[in-house]
Structure formats: C-alpha cells, structure tokens
C-alpha cells in the first residue's frame, strides 16, 4: 500500500467528510495510582490515587476519533440526566461533535470506571441499564435519525448492548442508507447479527465473529476467510473486517481477500482499538478510498491506540507521524 497515498488523505480529504455515528456511549473514569501496602480492615491493597482520567468510550470513542481527524461528527445515543451524564455532554461538546442527536433520559449513563495500578488494572466498576429504548422515545429517536442520513456521507452502528442498537433502530438506518446509497458499517454485539442485514461492512473482532459461528475458529488467514465469507453470505453483507489482535486484521469484500499485518511494537491496552478500527475504516471508505486502502489506514491507526494505556483516540497529526516513520 502506498504511504503517500494514505497520508493525502489524512492531510487533505479527512476534514471533507460527514459521519454519524449511532449506538451506545460511554463514560470511561480512571483511577490511576499506586500500592504500597494492604487494608488494615481487609485483605485488599490500598491504591493510593494519583491520577484521575475521564474520556469517553464506546460508540462516543468512535465518534471522538472521527472528530479528531478532522471529520465532521455527528451522534445519536442516549444518556442520563446525573452527573455522568453532565460530565459526559461536556466532553462530547468540548470534542467538536454534534451531540443534538443525544437523548437524556432517566436510566444511567453508561459509565465503566476502573483502578489502576503501574500497568495494572485492579477493579471496574459499571453503572448501566440496558433497557432497550421503546416506544414514543425509541420512535422519536429513530426519526431524528433517519431526518439526519440525507446530510452525511456514512453511518456507523456501534452496539455495546446497551439499548440504543435495537432490532428495529438498526433495521431502519440501514435499509434507508441503501435507500440512499450511504455506506453503513456495524461494531457488532451479540450471537444473532441478523438486524444488521443489508450493511456495507461488519467489523467484529475474533471472539464477536466467534459468537456467530456454529463452531469456534482459530486465528488463522484461512479459517478466518472461510468464516468471513459465510457470514457474508448468512446476513447479506458487503465485507466484513476482521480485528485479530497481534496478527492485525482482515478484509473480506467480494472477490478482494486481504491481511493486514499488525504493526510490530509493544502492546499496552487494546480497549478501544475496535473503536479506531471502525471509525477510520468507515472514514477512508466516505472519503473515496477503496476498502484494502481504509483497512490498511484502520490497522495503523490501531497501532497508535493500543500503545496506550486506557482508551485513546488517535489525532491526525499522530496518523500523518506513523506515515513519516
């Protein structure tokens, strides 16, 4: 693949896209600290608290992805009416991103807080409430969405099982997005993809590709490329891509088979590299690359992810380095 091919577009055609990402946001809270000793009042370690991180994860992660290279941003989602959702609105606002699509309701915001020593993650903590949005509010949250496809050039469904990605929500989104020739891809959830039938592109990683196969797979191209096209052909897709951890990714779209190599280097945390996966892949694809291109730009942009520690978005100007290197 040509780097300089890549990193025009990075520079130049990025900033030109629209992109709305729909699905279920999160708020990631970090408690990063360290140990010295144990409780006197019960045999746990104190991590005395050092640091204290907040940055938004889940569908709202793709979405500051999409923001930070220079794409125009929008999302739908829902969140509560306390204070995570407070601190939530504010950091999706300070990001760039168009959060009129966010519904506030009174079930939590999703939000994952975990405690951190060195390297070391110790506990998590999950505030949630994964009821499936319904009735007036799940029709009123569809409409603003469906109203919203004739002004972007791609749609990202990023279900968490949260409530967001419903049968009918999905079902609708991408049949109106064929409708109008706009490219739709899914993060999927679950063992049952058939709601997202009829989508451009699925990004799962093995264990979700996994979930829906009669019988599991190793990590291997051939197993992994059988598999892709079975599925393919099971929920009428256009491709799917295949995160695989250290061995990097693969493409499966029509007749075109690629494997792209994960980048050689030390491996932090690979929360949120699916995240990266599907927004940049999903960018390269609104921006007229052909779909080898978008995944060889979404695994080098999964490189700078996972080389840090929590979940992280990666800038333009990180994207253009890797590409100087």
């Known amino acids: 693949m040509e780097h300089d091919i890549l990193k025009n577009f990075v520079a130049e055609k990025s900033g030109g896209c629209k992109i709305l990402v729909v699905g279920d946001v999160m708020l990631d809270k970090y408690y990063f600290g360290e140990v010295t000793r144990i409780s006197p009042e019960a045999p746990v370690p104190i991590n005395h608290v050092l640091e204290v991180k907040e940055t938004l994860g889940g569908a709202a992660n793709v979405a500051h992805n999409l923001s930070l290279l220079g794409c125009k941003t929008f999302v ?13 609105l504010e950091k999706i606002n300070s990001r760039g991103v168009d959060s009129s699509g966010i519904l506030r309701t009174n079930q939590p915001t999703t939000t994952k807080i975990r405690v951190i020593s060195g390297h070391q993650q110790m506990m998590r903590l999950d505030f949630e409430d994964t009821t499936e949005l319904g009735g007036d509010v799940a029709e009123n949250f569809l409409s603003n969405v469906l109203a919203r496809l004739e002004d972007v050039d791609a749609v990202i469904l990023s279900d968490y099982g949260k409530g ?51 019988k599991k797979i190793p990590n291997d191209d051939i197993s992994i490329e059988v598999a892709a096209r079975k599925v393919i052909d099971d929920f009428n897709l256009g491709g799917l891509v295949v995160t695989r951890s250290a061995a ?46 978008a995944a060889y730009l979404a695994n080098t942009a999964a490189g700078v992810v996972v080389a840090k520690v929590g979940t992280y978005a990666v800038s333009r100007n990180e994207l253009l380095e890797k590409f100087c290197e």
């Open 248 to 293: 990097g990714l693969t493409l499966v779209d029509g007749g075109k088979i690629s494997h792209v190599k994960a980048n050689a280097q030390e491996v932090f945390d690979v929360s949120g590299a699916g995240d990266t996966v599907i927004s940049v892949f999903t960018l390269g694809l609104a921006g007229g690359l052909d779909s080898e291109a």
């Open 164 to 214: 967001v990605c419903t049968e009918k929500i999905c079902r609708e989104i991408i049949r109106r997005c064929r409708a109008l020739k706009k490219i739709v891809t899914v993060d999927p959830k679950g063992d049952d993809w058939t709601k997202y039938s009829g989508a451009d592109f699925i990004t799962p990683n093995l264990k979700e590709l996994n979930a829906v196969l009669p």
């Open 76 to 88: 739908a989602a829902r969140i509560g009416v306390e204070n995570h959702g407070d601190v939530f």
